[in-house]
């Protein structure tokens, strides 16, 4: 590992791009930090304190939103806007195949994703307007100011995804993953030295197996990440001529966890999302209406019930998302259009319906990581009995993800490197 670190930074033109990322994450990191006017911080922490799903938007604009900073929409608007896109290339067959044409029509749809941002953040930034307006954070505001609010948030989103192409083009790393682990693990590294130093005087246990934990996440995220069953593919031999063509034997790669960090978005979005709808009946006086909505907020108020609920939804969109992002009809019409077949197994009908077996089992198994993942933030606190530093699986999953992928480009570098001096 030093021996490539060494060789890394003696090759100016990696060393160039890792500075040039640096760099950026710089700039995103004093954004953060920039508040806009008219909104008491402290009260607006308070709240950040009572609502998990704006802690999870402050998670991904890299603790901007908890700032109230000019960037605090962050990447959410991009996220999202990928997110709707990706459900719209499964209802319009048209967007599908743009999607999967080469580079141009990868290129269609990150230019229709950023068209899509910025109406969706402009919708954005007026809802936060309106919920700090109701918790009394901020007053009531002029149209004009309104708009001048709005226009600054939404500015900061869309400069944050040109920081992110930046980076892409000049940098290491996907840009966009790259910021949002920036953020991430600029929010964790602060709370986790508070967290050593509070524990140190305490309760050296807690601290011991605290550590312990978390080194146990990180490596069962880094196993079930790069983990993948390999289903073996056999190609016919074809004759033409005097020579033979084909007859090699390959595999086919099928990640353990296909769907990502995605599904525990999913899952949080539609168990906070009734979650405040209830809360907001319960306060209004609808008779009957106002209090089935008590009934539901205080049963949803159960951490086991919740617990249990998100578990289970974020296992069934594990198995949604891999249905999405994995076609085993396509992928055996294409082995047997390319001669491809699995031993044993016939080509078309049957290799759909083997390697569906195989995607159900593996996605089973990828599902539960990602439910205990998710849940890990409430199970933490009571086997570990640490409170000041909540182990947000999340968080660690998508920074542990983004380093790998990270050094896996670099790796790329260097062998391409070497290609270049064996070439010359």
Do not use: C
């Amino acid at each position: 590992m030093f021996s490539n670190l060494k060789t890394i930074f003696r090759n100016k033109e990696i060393r160039s791009k890792i500075i040039f990322t640096i760099s950026i994450i710089t700039i995103f990191r004093f954004l953060a930090h920039i508040p806009l006017p008219g909104v008491d911080l402290e009260a607006f922490s308070q709240l950040f304190k009572s609502s998990e799903f704006l802690n999870l938007l402050n998670l991904f604009s890299g603790g901007a939103l908890s700032n109230f900073s000019i960037i605090a929409l962050g990447l959410n608007p991009y996220i999202n806007a990928s997110i709707v896109l990706q459900l719209l290339m499964m209802i319009f067959p048209a967007l599908e195949k743009i999607a999967k044409e080469d580079k141009d029509g990868q290129r269609k749809i990150n230019q229709y994703t950023r068209l899509l941002t910025v109406p969706l953040a402009i919708i954005q930034s007026i809802g936060i307007y309106f919920l700090l307006r109701n918790q009394g954070i901020i007053g009531t505001m002029s149209l004009l100011k309104l708009g001048l609010m709005s226009l600054s948030l939404v500015t900061g989103s869309v400069f944050l995804i040109w920081l992110g192409e930046l980076i892409n083009e000049h940098g290491v790393g996907n840009g966009i993953s790259v910021l949002i682990f920036a953020g991430i693990l600029s929010g964790m590294s602060i709370s986790f030295v508070r967290t050593l130093m509070v524990q140190t005087a305490h309760s050296t246990f807690s601290l011991i197996l605290f550590v312990g934990v978390l080194i146990t996440t990180i490596a069962g995220i880094i196993l079930i990440t790069e983990a993948q069953r390999e289903i073996p593919i056999q190609y016919a031999q074809r004759v033409r001529g005097r020579k033979i063509y084909g007859g090699q034997l390959t595999h086919l790669p099928l990640r353990l966890n296909q769907a990502g960090v995605m599904p525990i978005i999913f899952a949080m979005s539609l168990l906070l999302l009734p979650n405040m709808a209830f809360t907001f009946l319960g306060n209004a006086n609808w008779g009957w209406l106002s209090r089935a909505a008590q009934i539901a907020s205080g049963i949803l108020a159960n951490q086991a019930i919740y617990a249990a609920l998100y578990f289970l939804l974020v296992v069934g969109f594990t198995y949604f998302y891999t249905a999405v992002q994995f076609n085993p009809q396509e992928i055996a019409e294409n082995l047997q259009k390319q001669g491809g077949f699995i031993p044993g197994i016939r080509p078309g009908r049957g290799t759909t319906k083997a390697l569906n077996r195989i995607v159900s089992r593996i996605t089973l198994v990828g599902a539960f990581f990602l439910g205990g993942i998710a849940i890990l933030p409430m199970l933490t606190p009571k086997l570990t009995g640490v409170t000041t530093f909540t182990l947000g699986g999340t968080g660690i999953l998508i920074v542990v993800s983004v380093i790998v992928e990270t050094a896996k480009q670099l790796e790329s570098m260097l062998v391409m490197r070497d290609y270049d001096g064996f070439l010359r």
